[in-house]
Structure formats: C-alpha cells, structure tokens
C-alpha cells in the first residue's frame, strides 16, 4: 500500500482552506488566543480575559461559518455572493465578543454554552433544509460524526507521539522546551490539526448522500446490544419508582429528571442510529420498540414535569429548572410528533432542539430573565409578608422569622451573584451604582488581582444588601432546602485577607510550596527529592507531608486566636459597611508547624469561614496560601 505523498497532504490542506476559508482562520485565531493565554503569567488577569473571549468567540465563529458554508453549497451560492454572505456572518458572531464577557456576568458562561450547543445543531441540518433529504441527512451526520471520532483519535495518537518526541529529546540531550510545551502542543494539535482534519472529511457532493444506502453493521450491533438494553434499565427503574409515588402518594424527589433525561437521551440516539433499516423486513422489532419507547415516554414525562414543578412552586425558578421545563416541552413535543406523525422526519429532532436552545439564550422569555424574575419576586413576597415593603420597595426589616430570614438572604446573594444589583435597583431607595463604586474602592486598596477582586466585591456587595435590610444576621451560604431552615442556627461568614496578596517575603526560608491539595514527587532543589501530600480535615487541621515527617496547622485555633481581639481586628475592616470582611498584613497571617526535619510556616494568602452565635467556628469553606519551608 502507497503511503501519502507530502504533495497530496498539501493539495488536502489547500483544498480544505479554499472551501472554508472562515473556519481556518477562526481555527488559528482560537488556537493563537489559547497559546498566548498560556504563555500570559496570572497576575496579567486582563489579557488572560481577553484570550479565552477569543477563544469563545473563534469556536462560535468556526462552528456558525461551517454552517453558513454547508448551506450555501447546497443552495449553489458561488462567487463574490458567496464570500459576502460568509462575511457577513462572520462580523456578526465577531461582534459577540462584546456581549460575551464571563469575567463580569456569571451568565455569559451559560450563554456561551447554549449558543454553542445551537450553533452545532445547525450545522447537522443546514444543508438539508429542503423536504425530500433525509437520507442524505442522516448519511452526513453518519460521516461527519465518524470523522470525527477519527479526527479525535489521531489528534490523540500524535500528540501523545510528538510528546514522548519531545520527552525523549530533553532527556537525551537536555533540550528544554519551556515547562508549557506540553499544553501548547495539545492545544495546537486539538485547535489546528483536528480541525483540518475534520473540515477535510465533510463531503463535497451533498446531494449524492440521497441516494447512498450504505449501513455499517457495527452500528447496529452497537444499538440493539448497548443503546437499547440500556435506556431499557433506565425505563424499568423509572417506572418501578413511578408506581412507588403512585402507592406512596409522594412528590417525586429531584434526581429523577436527570434518570427520565438519561433515559431519552439513549432511547432517541439509538432510534436516529437505525432509522435507515427500519423498513427491512428483518428489523420489524425497530418499528415496534420505537413505538413503546414513545408510549413509554408519556408518563415518565409527566413524572419529569411533576419533579420540576415541585421544586418550582417551593422555591422559584433558576437558569437550571428554567432548562429543565425546556426539555420537558420539548421531549413532549417530540414524544407527541413521533407517535401521531406517519412522516417520521428526524431532522425535527435537531430543528426543533436548536429552536428550544436559542429561546433560552436573549429576551424576555430566556433562562436569565425568567430566573431573576421568579427570584426577585420570591424576595419582594418575603418582605411584604413580613411588613416591609413599601411604594414598590424594600425596606429595612425589623422582625422576621428565622426561616424566612434565611431564605431572603440566601436568594439574596443568589441574585446578586448571578444578576448583581441591576436586578434588585428598581426596588432599592439607594442608588446601587454608587455603593458598587465605593465598596470597589475600598477593596482595589488592598490590591487584588481582577479574579478575586470580582469574587471579593460580590460578598462585600452581599453584605452591604443584608446589613441595609436588616438581613445580617442570617446566613447565605450552605442553604439547600427550604425545609431545612427551622433546623438552623444563625451563621456569620467571615472573609480575611492579606493586604499584600500575592507579594511573599521568603527570607530565611528555603522553599517556597504554594498550596495545591495534590500529591507528587517535587524537585524542590539539584540534590534532594521531596514527596509532598496536602489534605485538610474536617476540624480545620491542614497538613502538610514532607516525606515522613507531617506538619499539622490548626487553622480553627489560629483563627479564635485571631478573632479574640475584636477592637484591634477593627481597624483592618475592609468597609464599614461589610461586618466580617477583613484585610490583614502578612505578619498577623502565619501559622507554625514543625517537624523533626523541617520548620513550616503557612502563609494565608486569604480564608473564609462561618461562626455560629455561641462564637464557635463552625467550618473553614475556602483556604489559600503558600507553604514557606526551611530544612533543618
């Protein structure tokens, strides 16, 4: 057998790029952005914001001009037309980039996603918009989804091959590439390679798929012995636990959209896989399993409706409730078209999937509007009952129970996390904005970087919020059920920092470790290898393994150490306005452990933590620093 000539590797590279030259340049535009994001040191937060917007963007960018492409061969567009149409499309995603910013809207990741998703749904029926293709449409989607299980393989199979290349020449002749090689060759190989190799896949002829009945039989087997049996064990346990809510007379308990979801997901990927055969005579039990499997889909699509709407009447919708009513409509819709239909058209599947998910994505009617209104309106309705609410505002509350005090605060911060203060103005007499700016001020004097800034601002912005309505007493973290309330006590968070973060004196030390929670051999100097093992104990005791000798630091006890001298603790507040938000210099931040070969000291960098009524630390939620070591 020939192997390729490098001639015919480059014609397939010009081919690829000269039918679709968008993709390519979005591919290298991506695959640029993610190179320098990793060549970009982290304190540089800002263009490290800038390249994985990039990278988003050039994913959304490739994906929709793929599409774009695939629909205009099929509509014959050539010419100048052509290439307007494709630029056109490609300004409009690039102009994305400016409504898509992770960094400042928590949402614009969900966003990302959806539009993702919506993207590549289009392109598995763009090109066969028109009727009469179905069996061109599934062919494609057969070939592209081969290729790129294929393009997934080789991508894998180099990159490991040009890795052990690279691994080998540093050992045998002590080149090094730089400590990021690695994640930069993936990166390249995944971004670059993969892509053209994929793109070198799709088939040109569109039209002749119509007319290709091939059918590999590994598909088949794949279906009726994995897909089949199991969405089967899936359906058996759902019914079964049906009829126990049946019995029982309970309201079905969360978990089970994600079975009922599980469950559609194998039952209808397993029927697109054999449609093809479905009409041979000796397939006759497709017709038949794809008929109960709808029937079936009936009432575990009642129970899925009954699961979410449980949660909802209780507690309001979020973004993820919001995606699971989508998904009960549409599998119902889907469920109802495939049972009464005598068509039977599969491409509704994607379609009708890419419609629900662009309906989630803008608008009045999308996850985020209809989550923070559902949210604030559970809020509003916790203050009018308990007398605070006035002229269409919220106002200082001064007696509230303790249930509902713990609710209000802990959708609080869920709005204001997800939404920020935007959400909440019209019913605030202060002017948010403001706040926002001050308590920003106040926090950059400790100069943080841009990602615990943002993290730091939005607490301090809670507890702003809870001290002007009266909610401070109450706690916003850990809460999961509503129905667990009456069982708490009150909990105030602490936050405290270093006003210095991120700038370390090691003098007197040998080492410096930063904090990781992993274990591995570290060469921490020529001549001496040190195993090091991080883990941290439900009593706040972290411990630090240097070989056989263990560190031990108390962090529950430093920290009542810490909090015994309340007036001298005042002086390092962050804000007035934020009760539990300190900022303290590096000398007040170090905790002592000492084994018989090393001397520890662990250097907080920042630590968060909750302290019941009675003055009790009742659990550390997060933890960062650096180990300073010194050996003996």
Same mark, same amino acid.
């Given at each position: 057998?020939?192997?390729?000539?490098?001639?015919?590797?480059?014609?397939?590279?010009?081919?690829?790029?000269?039918?679709?030259?968008?993709?390519?340049?979005?591919? @290298?535009?991506?695959?640029?952005?993610? *190179?320098?994001?990793?060549?970009?040191?982290?304190?540089?937060?800002?263009?490290?914001?800038?390249?994985?917007?990039?990278?988003?963007?050039?994913?959304?960018?490739?994906?929709?001009?793929?599409?774009?492409?695939?629909?205009?061969?099929?509509?014959?567009?050539?010419?100048?037309? #052509?290439?307007?149409?494709?630029?056109?499309?490609?300004?409009?995603?690039?102009?994305?980039?400016?409504?898509?910013?992770?960094?400042?809207?928590?949402?614009?990741?969900?966003?990302?996603?959806?539009?993702?998703?919506?993207?590549?749904?289009?392109?598995?029926?763009?090109?066969?918009?028109?009727?009469?293709?179905?069996? $061109?449409?599934?062919?494609?989607?057969?070939?592209?989804?081969?290729?790129?299980?294929?393009?997934?393989?080789?991508?894998?199979?180099?990159?490991?091959?040009?890795?052990?290349? %690279? $691994?080998?020449?540093?050992?045998?002749?002590?080149?090094?590439?730089?400590?990021?090689?690695?994640?930069?060759?993936? *990166?390249?190989?995944?971004?670059?390679?993969?892509?053209?190799?994929?793109?070198?896949? *799709?088939?040109?002829?569109?039209?002749?798929?119509?007319?290709?009945?091939?059918?590999?039989?590994?598909?088949?087997?794949?279906?009726?012995?994995?897909?089949?049996?199991?969405?089967?064990?899936? @359906?058996?346990?759902?019914?079964?636990?049906?009829?126990?809510?049946?019995?029982?007379?309970? &309201?079905?308990?969360?978990?089970?959209?994600?079975?009922?979801?599980?469950?559609?997901?194998?039952?209808?990927?397993?029927? #697109?896989?054999?449609?093809?055969?479905?009409?041979?005579?000796?397939?006759?039990?497709?017709?038949?399993?794809?008929?109960?499997?709808?029937?079936?889909? &009936?009432?575990?699509?009642?129970?899925?409706? &009954?699961?979410?709407?449980?949660?909802?009447?209780?507690?309001?919708?979020?973004?993820?409730?919001?995606?699971?009513?989508?998904?009960?409509?549409?599998?119902?819709?889907?469920?109802?078209?495939?049972?009464?239909?005598?068509?039977?058209? %599969?491409?509704?599947?994607?379609?009708?999937?890419?419609?629900?998910?662009?309906?989630?994505?803008?608008?009045?009617?999308?996850?985020?509007?209809?989550?923070?209104?559902?949210?604030?309106?559970?809020?509003?309705?916790?203050?009018?009952?308990?007398?605070?609410?006035?002229?269409?505002?919220?106002?200082?509350?001064?007696?509230?129970?303790?249930?509902?005090?713990?609710?209000?605060?802990?959708?609080?911060?869920?709005? %204001?996390?997800?939404?920020?203060?935007?959400?909440?103005?019209?019913?605030?007499?202060?002017?948010?904005?403001?706040?926002?700016?001050?308590?920003?001020?106040? #926090?950059?004097?400790?100069?943080?970087?841009?990602?615990?800034?943002?993290?730091?601002?939005?607490?301090?912005? *809670?507890?702003?919020?809870?001290?002007?309505?009266?909610?401070?007493?109450?706690?916003?973290?850990?809460?999961?059920?509503?129905?667990?309330?009456?069982?708490?006590?009150?909990?105030?968070?602490?936050?405290?920092?270093?006003?210095?973060?991120?700038?370390?004196?090691?003098? $007197?030390?040998?080492?410096?470790?930063?904090?990781?929670?992993?274990?591995?051999?570290?060469?921490?100097?020529?001549?001496?290898?040190?195993?090091?093992?991080?883990?941290?104990?439900?009593?706040?005791?972290?411990?630090?393994?240097?070989?056989?000798?263990?560190?031990?630091?108390?962090?529950?006890?430093?920290?009542?150490?810490?909090?015994?001298?309340?007036?001298?603790?005042?002086?390092?507040?962050?804000?007035?306005?934020?009760?539990?938000?300190?900022?303290?210099?590096?000398?007040?931040?170090?905790?002592?452990?000492?084994?018989?070969?090393?001397?520890?000291?662990?250097?907080?960098?920042?630590?968060?933590?909750?302290?019941?009524?009675?003055?009790?630390?009742?659990?550390?939620?997060?933890?960062?620093?650096?180990?300073?070591?010194?050996?003996?």
């Amino acid at each position: 057998m020939a192997l390729p000539s490098i001639q015919n590797l480059i014609e397939n590279i010009k081919y690829v790029i000269r039918r679709f030259p968008l993709e390519i340049i979005f591919a @290298v535009i991506g695959t640029t952005a993610a *190179i320098v994001g990793i060549e970009t040191p982290s304190q540089d937060s800002k263009i490290m914001d800038w390249c994985i917007r990039i990278v988003m963007i050039a994913n959304l960018g490739l994906v929709v001009s793929l599409s774009t492409s695939l629909y205009l061969e099929h509509k014959a567009v050539k010419g100048m037309q #052509l290439y307007i149409y494709k630029a056109l499309i490609a300004l409009f995603v690039i102009n994305l980039i400016w409504f898509i910013n992770p960094f400042e809207r928590s949402a614009d990741t969900i966003r990302f996603t959806l539009m993702s998703l919506a993207a590549h749904l289009l392109v598995s029926f763009s090109a066969y918009i028109h009727a009469d293709s179905i069996q $061109g449409f599934w062919q494609f989607n057969k070939t592209i989804f081969i290729r790129f299980l294929t393009g997934a393989l080789y991508s894998a199979v180099l990159f490991l091959g040009l890795a052990g290349a %690279i $691994g080998a020449t540093k050992f045998l002749f002590n080149i090094d590439l730089g400590s990021n090689i690695y994640a930069k060759l993936w *990166i390249f190989t995944a971004g670059i390679f993969n892509t053209v190799f994929f793109l070198a896949g *799709i088939p040109k002829d569109l039209d002749t798929l119509n007319n290709d009945f091939t059918y590999p039989k590994g598909l088949k087997v794949f279906t009726q012995y994995v897909l089949i049996p199991l969405a089967t064990v899936y @359906v058996i346990i759902l019914l079964a636990y049906e009829a126990k809510i049946l019995v029982q007379w309970n &309201l079905p308990k969360g978990l089970v959209a994600n079975l009922i979801l599980g469950y559609a997901v194998f039952g209808i990927l397993s029927l #697109l896989l054999v449609f093809p055969i479905r009409e041979q005579a000796e397939n006759g039990w497709i017709k038949t399993y794809a008929r109960s499997f709808y029937f079936l889909m &009936l009432p575990l699509i009642v129970l899925l409706f &009954l699961a979410v709407g449980a949660r909802v009447f209780s507690y309001g919708i979020t973004e993820k409730r919001y995606f699971l009513i989508m998904l009960a409509f549409w599998l119902l819709f889907i469920t109802v078209y495939f049972l009464l239909s005598r068509k039977q058209n %599969i491409k509704l599947v994607p379609i009708s999937l890419c419609i629900f998910t662009i309906v989630c994505i803008y608008g009045p009617q999308s996850a985020f509007s209809v989550s923070s209104y559902s949210q604030v309106k559970i809020l509003t309705n916790i203050f009018k009952r308990n007398h605070a609410y006035k002229d269409h505002k919220i106002t200082a509350i001064k007696n509230i129970p303790l249930k509902d005090g713990n609710y209000a605060a802990s959708t609080l911060r869920y709005i %204001i996390e997800q939404y920020g203060y935007g959400a909440l103005q019209p019913y605030i007499n202060k002017e948010l904005d403001q706040v926002t700016d001050s308590l920003s001020n106040s #926090l950059k004097k400790g100069k943080p970087n841009r990602y615990s800034l943002r993290y730091d601002l939005d607490n301090l912005k *809670i507890n702003w919020l809870q001290n002007y309505l009266g909610l401070g007493d109450f706690s916003t973290h850990d809460i999961e059920d509503y129905s667990s309330y009456k069982h708490r006590s009150r909990v105030d968070s602490y936050f405290i920092k270093d006003i210095e973060i991120g700038l370390v004196e090691i003098k $007197g030390y040998d080492y410096i470790l930063q904090e990781s929670s992993f274990e591995q051999d570290t060469n921490i100097n020529a001549t001496r290898k040190i195993t090091v093992k991080e883990s941290m104990t439900e009593n706040g005791v972290l411990s630090l393994r240097l070989n056989n000798d263990t560190a031990l630091f108390d962090l529950k006890e430093f920290l009542n150490q810490l909090l015994k001298s309340p007036e001298k603790l005042k002086t390092y507040k962050v804000s007035n306005n934020a009760e539990y938000t300190y900022s303290l210099p590096a000398a007040m931040l170090g905790v002592i452990g000492e084994t018989k070969n090393f001397k520890v000291v662990y250097k907080i960098n920042s630590i968060r933590f909750n302290r019941d009524k009675n003055k009790t630390i009742k659990k550390i939620t997060y933890n960062n620093g650096v180990f300073l070591i010194k050996a003996k």
